[in-house]
């Protein structure tokens, strides 16, 4: 198969851990990325290779990735921290790939 | 780090074309390779297809084979990508980015109507 699934929504409390997955056959062969999305602004990479930080994004998100599932990590969520949040990753065929999406809310 | 430019927002008929353009500052264009995503309203991020200028080497999606072309042209740092026979589902915010994700461009809205 070639789709990757995500959760359509996360809710926590400002300070919690938010934790959004991502499964699919192809993240056992290949790497993930996460990319977060606010309303009229384009997406911004959080997470690439699975579990690596871009410079300028906050410690409090991490990654990790176990067998067919990655997981996005945001420890501490804060308000700002709300956006939806797509994980991405490459088919056999080269076809790039996104998850469905899931909207985190911080309240 | 490199920057990406698109063009304007673009209203057009169902059935026609668009052409989107995203020129790139710096290295990002000559060290890179592009990727194209579109979201439509409601829906989530989709990828479009990609190019690797500097061998014209290019990846679409599925559904959109037959409709959607993407080039490059080295002389102006500046990606296309081309989308035929329009419908209302076509309508979106279309993106250019690197391909490793790092760099976006600031969305082009395509409506068809």
Same mark, same amino acid.
């Given at each position: 198969?070639?789709?990757?699934?995500?959760?359509s929504?996360?809710?926590v409390?400002?300070?919690?851990?938010?934790?959004?997955?991502?499964?699919?056959?192809?993240?056992?062969?290949?790497?993930?990325?996460? #990319?977060?999305?606010?309303?009229?602004?384009?997406?911004?990479?959080?997470? #690439?290779k699975?579990?690596e930080?871009?410079?300028?994004?906050?410690?409090?998100f991490?990654g990790?990735?176990?067998?067919?599932?990655?997981?996005l990590?945001?420890?501490?969520?804060?308000?700002?921290?709300?956006?939806?949040? #797509?994980?991405?990753?490459?088919?056999?065929?080269?076809?790039?790939l #996104?998850?469905?999406?899931?909207?985190?809310?911080?309240? | 780090?490199?920057? %990406? +430019?698109?063009?304007?927002?673009?209203?057009?008929?169902?059935?026609?074309?668009?052409?989107?353009?995203?020129?790139?500052?710096? @290295?990002?264009?000559?060290?890179?390779?592009?990727?194209? +995503?579109?979201?439509?309203?409601?829906?989530?991020l989709?990828w479009?297809?990609?190019?690797?200028?500097?061998?014209a080497?290019?990846?679409?999606?599925?559904? %959109?084979q037959?409709r +959607?072309?993407?080039?490059? @042209?080295?002389?102006?740092?500046?990606?296309?990508?081309? %989308?035929?026979?329009l419908r209302?589902? @076509?309508?979106?915010v279309?993106?250019?980015a690197?391909?490793?994700?790092?760099?976006?461009?600031q969305g082009? %809205?395509?409506t068809?109507?």
């Open positions: 198969s070639s789709e990757l699934t995500q959760p929504s996360v809710s409390s400002p300070g919690q851990t938010a934790r959004i997955t991502c499964s699919g056959e192809v993240l056992s062969k290949k790497y993930a990325r996460w #990319f977060q999305q606010k309303p009229g602004q384009a997406p911004v990479l959080v997470i #690439f699975d579990s930080r871009p410079s300028g994004i906050p410690e409090r991490s990790s990735s176990s067998g067919a599932t990655v997981t990590t945001i420890s501490g969520a804060q308000v700002e921290d709300e956006a939806d949040y #797509f994980c991405y990753s490459a088919s056999d065929n080269s076809q790039g #996104f998850g469905g999406g899931t909207r985190l809310t911080v309240l | 780090q490199g920057q %990406l +430019v698109q063009s304007g927002a673009e209203v057009k008929t169902p059935g026609s074309s668009v052409k989107v353009s995203c020129k790139a500052s710096g @290295d990002t264009f000559s060290n890179n390779a592009f990727t194209w +995503v579109r979201r439509a309203p409601g829906r989530g989709e479009v297809g990609g190019i690797i200028p500097v061998s080497t290019t990846n679409y999606a599925q559904k %959109l037959g +959607v072309t993407i080039t490059a @042209d080295g002389a102006t740092n500046t990606a296309y990508m081309e %989308l035929r026979t209302s589902e @076509d309508t979106a279309y993106y250019c690197s391909r490793d994700g790092g760099v976006w461009g082009t %809205l395509v068809v109507s």
